[in-house]
């Protein structure tokens, strides 16, 4: 089996790195064997998953990757994390496993991943930029099938919300647009050192197609954005500056076949593909 970092080897490895986590770039390194490999089992990655990992610190995950998928590609914006992390896994004899990609997780596009295809989406992601980078990800990565990945627990429940719920919002519904999203299971704060100051989630990924619609996801998008814009206003008024009017937006609603009375949360993705085919 392979050997993982348990919190003896990360505190050995951040001091030999001088490493102080940042608060900026979301560091919460996790010091649990059993976690990864409980994230790795319901990610079930197969030998057949090439899988892109963004944020892999000091390799916790990483580690508990590598012997199951055919291949593990680590985005890691930190160029000292960046650096230690293939000679972490040369040790165990993983390396032609692994590739290391310096960049910016928000900033990639397929191209920058050494020819390629990530089929799986696993990670623990950074808290500050967990939805931002995953929506990212989904767009430019249409090879991605599945994905598996660790966010703050009111994270979790927002990409994970069904129309109607308290936390629904934009993060549900474009998460929506390209995948089925649910939850997959709470974790504990005293996983990771350092201990962050909230509980965190595991949210699954399983990617469909769009909604079958004339609008382009821009187009979508757009409407997506204005409707939570102004959360407690009608869809009449809250979609009156994307239509040009109340009056307008009233039309482009009625002829979606959505009540113009009805507020965002109340939607689904399908019907916001609706309204944005009925742009005045």
Avoid: C
């Avoid at 004899?93 to 990639?108: E, F, H």
């Avoid at 609603?253 to 019907?271: F, W």
């Amino acid at each position: 089996m392979m050997r993982l970092l348990g919190p003896a080897e990360i505190r050995i490895l951040a001091n030999k790195l001088d490493l102080r986590p940042t608060k900026k770039l979301g560091q919460n390194f996790v010091i649990d064997a059993g976690t990864v490999r409980r994230i790795v089992r319901v990610a079930e990655v197969t030998a057949d998953d090439v899988v892109i990992e963004v944020g892999p610190g000091l390799g916790s995950l990483t580690l508990a990757l590598l012997p199951e998928a055919r291949h593990v590609v680590a985005v890691e914006i930190d160029p000292v994390l960046a650096g230690q992390l293939p000679l972490t896994v040369a040790e165990r004899g993983l390396s032609d496993r692994l590739t290391v990609v310096g960049a910016d997780a928000m900033k990639i596009t397929e191209a920058d991943l050494a020819g390629f295809a990530p089929t799986a989406l696993v990670a623990n992601l950074p808290y500050n930029v967990a939805v931002p980078v995953v929506l990212h990800l989904l767009e430019v990565l249409p090879s991605l099938r599945k994905g598996l990945i660790m966010v703050q627990l009111e994270v979790a429940d927002r990409l994970a919300a069904a129309p109607g719920s308290k936390v629904y919002g934009v993060p549900s519904v474009k998460a929506a647009w390209y995948a089925d999203v649910r939850r997959a299971g709470p974790v504990g704060r005293t996983v990771f050192w350092p201990v962050p100051n909230v509980d965190s989630g595991l949210v699954s990924l399983a990617r469909r197609e769009p909604p079958a619609t004339t609008a382009s996801r821009e187009e979508v998008f757009a409407v997506i954005d204005a409707a939570f814009a102004q959360r407690r206003k009608t869809l009449r008024a809250a979609l009156a500056g994307w239509a040009g009017s109340p009056p307008l937006a009233e039309t482009a609603l009625r002829a979606a076949g959505v009540d113009p009375s009805a507020r965002g949360e109340q939607l689904d993705v399908e019907a916001f593909a609706r309204i944005a085919e009925h742009r005045p």
